[in-house]
T-cell receptor, first 113, second 112 residues
Framework: KAGVTQTPRYLIKTRGQQVTLSCSPI?????VSWYQQTPGQGLQFLFE???????NKGNFPGRFSGRQFSNSRSEMNVSTLELGDSALYLC????????????FGPGTRLTVL | QKEVEQDPGPLSVPEGAIVSLNCTYS??????FMWYRQYSRKGPELLMY????GNKEDGRFTAQVDKSSKYISLFIRDSQPSDSATYLC????????????FGKGTKLTVNP
């Protein structure tokens, strides 16, 4: 069974631009969560989608948004990028019957210049 | 005070040593506790998952939860160079897909 995939793996943007990251969950998983990982703050929860609906949201500004499609694939968008948005963005998926077992993708490394 | 505190290390041990990794937390509502392993340039991988207090063993790994002290531990027996990674504790209140709160991770190096 293929794992969680994320594209692109690396991204370089400049301040003020916007970016879209993509995540394909494990086949059959309907829950997709997004996390931001930085050396200073560690792993922080952004939001979680289930069946195309945002079910949970972390404490991030509105510049961070996401969506989920009918095939459970998810995208997150960051608008008006700031230097502090440089981070590893991780996506995790889980099944309905083992929702606490989250399987992570390799992440997208975003650098904002 | 952060909800979850974890000593970042780094921790360096010889091959075959017993490794002890720990996290403390402040929110007594946390009931579900996890340990993840993250290799360089990879996403975290779930190692151990426990509910409430007690011990859980899986091969060379043992997870302990002491809710009265708000303290969780991961022990690695007979450590191997392949165990070299960053270990993250994580926890949540209700289980399910409720957001996980992570520690910042402890970087472990096992020297051959």
């Amino acid at each position: 069974k293929a794992g969680v995939t994320q594209t692109p793996r690396y991204l370089i943007k400049t301040r003020g631009q916007q970016v879209t990251l993509s995540c394909s969950p494990i086949s059959g998983h309907r829950s997709v969560s997004w996390y931001q990982q930085t050396p200073g703050q560690g792993l922080q929860f952004l939001f979680e989608y289930f069946s195309e609906t945002q079910r949970n949201k972390g404490n991030f500004p509105g510049r961070f948004s996401g969506r989920q499609f009918s095939n459970s694939r998810s995208e997150m968008n960051v608008s008006t990028l700031e230097l502090g948005d440089s981070a590893l963005y991780l996506c995790a998926s889980s099944s309905d019957w083992a929702a606490n077992e989250q399987f992570f993708g390799p992440g997208t490394r975003l650098t904002v210049l | 005070q952060k909800e979850v505190e974890q000593d970042p290390g780094p921790l360096s041990v010889p091959e075959g040593a017993i490794v002890s990794l720990n996290c403390t937390y402040s929110n007594s509502a946390f009931q579900y506790f996890m340990w993840y392993r993250q290799y360089s340039r990879k996403g975290p991988e779930l190692l151990m998952y426990t509910y409430s207090s007690g011990n859980k063993e899986d091969g060379r790994f043992t997870a302990q939860v002491d809710k009265s002290s708000k303290y969780i531990s991961l022990f690695i027996r007979d450590s191997q160079p392949s165990d070299s990674a960053t270990y993250l504790c994580a926890m949540n209140k209700q289980g399910g897909s409720e957001k996980l709160v992570f520690g910042k991770g402890t970087k472990l190096t096992v020297n051959p």
